[in-house]
């Protein structure tokens, strides 16, 4: 069964950049035709979807998030990575990983704060 | 920017059957959105229930189904049980991706 889990640091600075890690065990990022996403809520609101990546590295972002937002893959170690630069306090929030139509990571919280 | 509208609340009695639309500020929905739904109970990750307008997720019972309905995607439970009582996302892409609507709280009473 697929099952996807999230990693990175709870905590970032206010201008620093937020990286988390997605990794994806159970099968192969690159052995179907699946786009894998970054979606966050903050707290005791509403879904944000963030982007997604398809195993060849064509990717889709949020245009509001656009210009912060990077997604990357790596079918080696099959992971995929959320990258969000200068960051406020608007984007705390539990962050998830998922793959498009099917399952989720259970999410990190993380928090902007100095 | 294009937005995404759902009911923010809907009941339904135990055994009942409701349907939940997804629609657009804008505009009609299409399967060309491939729309998709979410199930989420408090303090837990999102569940996919439907993508593709249509297709059940694995392990999802076919009490759950999708379709569209008129000019919104539709989420429609029937023989609704206490542990339907949840909150209900569902998502649209579109050219730039991905866009959520603001949730339904369904209640089962």
């Known amino acids: 069964q697929l099952q996807l889990q999230e990693s990175g640091p709870g905590l970032v600075k206010p201008s620093e950049t937020l990286s988390l890690t997605c990794t994806v065990s159970g099968g192969s990022i690159s052995s179907s035709s699946y786009y894998w996403g970054w979606i966050r809520q903050p707290p005791g609101k509403g879904l944000e979807w963030i982007g997604s990546?398809?195993?060849?590295?064509?990717?889709y972002y949020n245009p509001s998030l656009k210009s912060r937002v990077t997604i990357s893959v790596d079918t080696s170690k099959n992971q995929f990575s959320l990258k969000l630069s200068s960051v406020t306090a608007a984007d705390t929030a539990v962050y998830y990983c998922?793959?498009?139509?099917?399952?989720w990571g259970q999410g990190t919280m993380v928090t902007v704060s100095s | 920017q294009t937005v995404v509208t759902q009911e923010p609340s809907f009941s339904v009695s135990p055994g009942g059957t409701v349907t939940l639309t997804c629609g657009l500020s804008s505009g009609s929905v299409s399967t060309s959105y491939y729309p998709s739904w979410y199930q989420q109970t408090p303090g837990q990750a999102p569940r996919t229930l439907i993508y593709s307008t249509n297709t059940r997720s694995s392990g999802v019972p076919d009490r759950f189904s999708g379709s569209i309905l008129g000019n919104k995607a539709a989420l429609t439970i029937t023989g609704a049980q206490a542990d339907d009582e949840s909150d209900y996302y569902c998502v649209l892409y579109m050219g730039s991706g991905g866009v959520f609507g603001g949730g339904t709280k369904l209640t089962v009473l």
């Open positions: 990546i398809y195993y060849s590295g064509s990717t």
């Open positions: 998922a793959r498009q139509g099917g399952s």
